[in-house]
């Protein structure tokens, strides 16, 4: 519809000395599935686009999460974050309790965790996909997934330095 190109995929077959209808009929049949997990994907992928519109309303809690399904969600919720942190953390520091800025600090310190963790993961799954030729997309994907939850941990790394902070200024 947009004149997006949504896959693309090939096959060489030696015809030899069989006919043209089987040699066609089997090289559609091993390209088919191919093809349907490339719409798969880009369907996915737009739908994770529509879910991260919500993250431009959504309050710096409610946007933290240990692992995204696809690069796009993830930098798309790594902006959120920034925006969240530039425009919530001062009122957030200001306005909230004491035990609400220790929740939120324990929230974003299991969040940092769990982010290295999948990180890791991640990295680790590329790999062996390298090392199997696996689809060059998946192998992006989870490179880049690696990336941006890095990108994540260091932008968490302040907002939790300042709610301690807040919290220590508190306690004197």
Do not use: C
């Not at 879910?51 to 696809?70: M, R, T, V, Y």
């Amino acid at each position: 519809k947009t004149g997006q190109e949504m896959s693309v995929r090939s096959r060489e077959k030696a015809w030899g000395m069989t006919g043209y209808p089987e040699v066609f009929a089997t090289m559609m049949g091993e390209l088919k599935p191919e093809v349907a997990a490339d719409l798969q994907k880009r369907v996915t992928q737009q739908k994770a686009l529509a879910a991260a519109a919500a993250f431009q309303s959504a309050s710096l809690a409610d946007i933290l999460a240990p692992s995204d399904e696809f690069v796009v969600l993830a930098r798309e919720r790594n902006r959120a974050l920034i925006a969240a942190k530039n425009q919530q953390l001062p009122k957030i520091l200001r306005d909230s309790k004491t035990e609400e800025l220790s929740a939120l600090v324990t929230k974003i310190e299991q969040t940092i965790l769990d982010l290295d963790h999948e990180s890791e993961v991640a990295k680790d799954r590329a790999q062996r996909a390298t090392e199997a030729g696996t689809d060059p997309w998946q192998i992006e994907e989870l490179r880049g997934l690696t990336i941006s939850y890095r990108e994540r941990i260091e932008l968490l790394k302040p907002v939790a330095a300042a709610l301690r902070e807040e919290i220590a200024n508190r306690s004197r």
